[in-house]
């Protein structure tokens, strides 16, 4: 507990030291910027009060856990299936190129895109190789 108390007593503190430098560098009338300054601190001080530390902490905590278990979740299989999907969806992208070519009859486009859907096959069944040997 004393740990957060002390964290928190340095956010303040860093707070208010920001808030004086600037105080010290501003453009406006020091008296204009003081009454600003003091209403920005009295808002700060009102939102700190107001803020529910447990449920912050909490939150964080959830979070933390979420992230977690996703990490662990993360396995070979799991992103070897993404890639599968990932590989396949590519395959057909590159399907519908030639086949859009193909209808507008113009075979040197033809050529080439028949070119880039053995090559996006290629890369994708490298990687996919890649990933199952790993």
Known sequence: MSNKKSGFGKFLAGALVGAGIGVLFAPDKGSKTRKELKKGLDEFISKVKETDLEEVKEKVEFKIAQIKEELESLDKEKVLSIAKKKAKELEDMASELVDYVVAKGTPVLEKAAISVKEK????????????EEK
């Open 120 to 131: 996006a096959i290629e890369v994708t069944k490298e990687v996919l190789k890649k990933l």
